[in-house]
């Protein structure tokens, strides 16, 4: 498809000079556009891409991303309350062209960091003078024992990616009988959405409240306690939903059954009619491909928090939740990376400092009932050699209100306009 | 009005006649960028969420100032408004009352 940039230095016969100089080769046939691949069409990388032809209107974009559409972990929860159904979280990606982002459909397979290029399944290379990476997470399917083959075979599912799973767990639970017991696990942090297993627990419930009334939630959770608003989701749990939800921590998954409907502890074995088994997670896969799940753990990303360029490899900036760092992974904060991100590119492209203070600022909400929400906020600046430090008064509402679920609203359309038109 | 919001107006300004970013202003564009992922794309929100495109920079100031000190009643703005220094503040609501 298009020249990559080997062959274009090739043919140029500037390959010395450009490498030298980052910001002279391009792919797109005029040698003094520079050229940023974008890997990833989620929260993070669309916003970025975005930002990156509004504030460097000279620089080239190409955004890669295997799906037809972006549906939407926000709310998702909501699909499951029957708040809102599939298609109200389901977007299509067709106005990012028109900020002259060129998009692609396909996934990346192979990255050459020297070279500069990236290879994708569908057989193109695509050379770049700055990549993006921003694949999300890649869910650890193996950490629980049992749980591929549950999951193959229908059973169980962890729905911590929108999309077809969403649909599933909600038919699951429109099928389970009145009475019945759902059995959700929660990973040991750092997850996907800190405050999303809990939400998941109140729209579940809400449903439930109105439907099987009988019914009961088990949130088997692997940490110690609640990770986040801990008194918002409390409160909702005892207000709205009287002794529905068994709360039990420090139980972490080991092993979950399809065939007899068991997720085990090392406690006990936990009978359900739905089970929800959320596995850990880390960077999404092709953050591997160029070694920058670097962390202790191997896990995560750790990036140069200023201007999230890998500390693993050069030319390679991480966003989103495959970061490691003390913000919190959530979609909110994903198109507040892309954006410093976005504009460290652009004045690195054009050979100045990137800003030295960036400001990034988490917003997050959480519907408890079918009418209430409550929201988690905070504002953290960048200081040299301490990463990002919170302001005073961030935090988290004790109470879901009226007010806040209009503002929740609110809130997720705001957000897909912003990455996605 | 400091040195430092002197010089982020300034590159405002410079950003507005010319359509291009420049060094001096990228922190502005990139502080009020992060309002929009709430308040929507250019400041033009959907729903509840007021919009900040076209408001008059000394209400923004004001409202800014006012969520701070807690003499605005609020469901989240003190806890953002917070976070921004003064002339950070003044350069935001240049910046939102250019926006159409
Ligand atoms: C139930 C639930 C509720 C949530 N609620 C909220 C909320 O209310 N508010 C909030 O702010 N956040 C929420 N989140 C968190 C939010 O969804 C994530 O933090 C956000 O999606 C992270 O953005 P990202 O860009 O890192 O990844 P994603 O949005 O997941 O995007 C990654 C994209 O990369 C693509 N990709 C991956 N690998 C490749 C490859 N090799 N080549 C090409 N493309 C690739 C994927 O197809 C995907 O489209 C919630 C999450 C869950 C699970």
């Known amino acids: 498809m298009t020249i990559n940039r080997r062959d274009f230095l090739k043919i140029s016969g500037a390959g010395a000079a450009a490498a030298a100089f980052s910001g002279c080769a391009s792919v797109s046939g005029s040698a003094a556009r520079p050229h940023v691949v974008v890997v990833g069409a989620g929260f ?14 000279d620089i080239d974009v190409t955004l890669i991303e295997p799906n037809d559409k972006f549906v939407s972990c926000p709310l998702s929860n909501w699909v499951l309350g029957g708040l809102r159904n599939m298609d109200d979280i389901t977007h299509g990606y067709d106005r990012l062209p ?3 982002i060129k998009m692609v459909k396909d ?10 290029v990236v290879k994708t399944q569908g057989g193109a290379s695509i050379g770049y ?52 017991t759902f059995v959700m696990s929660v990973p040991a942090a750092p997850y996907r959405c800190p405050p999303g297993p809990y939400e998941r627990a109140c729209m ?42 068994d709360y039990r921590p420090n139980n972490a998954p080991l092993a979950v059954d399809g065939g007899k409907m068991t997720v085990s502890t090392e406690f006990d074995d936990v009978k359900g009619d739905v089970l929800n088994v959320v596995p850990k997670q880390r960077a999404g896969a092709v953050c591997d491909l160029v070694g920058a799940r670097n962390d202790s753990n191997k896990a995560w990303c750790t990036v140069n928090l200023a201007t999230f360029e890998s500390t693993a490899a050069p030319n390679v900036h991480i966003i989103g939740d495959s970061v490691l760092s003390n913000l919190p992974k959530s979609g909110h904060m994903a198109t507040n990376h892309a954006k410093v991100c976005a504009a460290a590119i652009v004045e690195l492209l054009a050979g100045r400092q990137p800003d030295p203070i960036p400001v990034v600022a988490n917003t997050c909400y959480s519907a408890t009932s079918g009418s209430t929400s409550g929201y988690v906020a905070n ?7 301490k ?7 961030g935090g988290a509402t004790p109470k879901g209100d009226e007010l806040n679920f209009t503002y929740n609203e609110s809130w997720a359309k705001n957000i897909w306009a912003e990455v996605l038109s | 009005m400091n040195r430092k919001t002197t010089l982020v107006l300034a590159g405002f300004v410079g950003l507005a006649v010319s359509g291009l970013a420049s060094a001096a202003d990228m922190h502005t564009q990139s502080i009020a960028s992060t309002c929009m992922s709430c308040h929507g794309p250019g400041g033009k929100s959907q729903g509840a969420i007021p919009s900040l495109a ?14 701070k000190a807690g003499t605005r009643a609020a469901s989240i703005m003190k806890r953002h408004a917070n976070g921004y220094t003064d002339a950070e503040v003044e350069a935001m609501a240049a910046y939102f009352a250019s926006l159409k």
């Open chain 1, 44 to 57: 993070g990388g669309a916003t970025c891409a975005k930002y990156l032809r509004k504030w460097g209107p």
């Open chain 1, 98 to 100: 028109g900020h002259g």
């Open chain 2, 54 to 67: 076209g408001l008059e920079k000394d209400y923004f100031v004001k409202s800014m100032k006012d969520f």
């Open chain 1, 387 to 393: 990463g990002y430090v919170s302001a005073p008064e």
């Open chain 1, 129 to 180: 003078d700055r990549l993006v990476l921003a694949p999300g997470i890649e869910i650890l399917t193996d950490t629980v024992r049992g749980f591929k083959e549950a999951e193959a075979a229908g059973k169980v599912v962890h729905a911590w990616k929108a999309g077809p799973q969403t649909a599933h767990l909600r038919k699951q639970l429109e099928a389970m009988p009145d009475g019945g």
């Open chain 1, 379 to 385: 504002v953290f600046r960048y200081e040299a050699g």
């Open chain 1, 107 to 116: 996934y990346v397979v192979a990255i050459d960091v020297d070279k500069r």
């Open chain 1, 204 to 245: 579940v419930a809400h449903y439930l409240k109105q439907a099987k009334p009988k019914s009961k939630i088990i949130l088997l959770d692997g940490n110690p306690d609640i990770v986040s608003k801990k008194p918002l989701f409390m409160d909702a749990w005892n207000t709205f939903y009287p002794g529905m939800v």
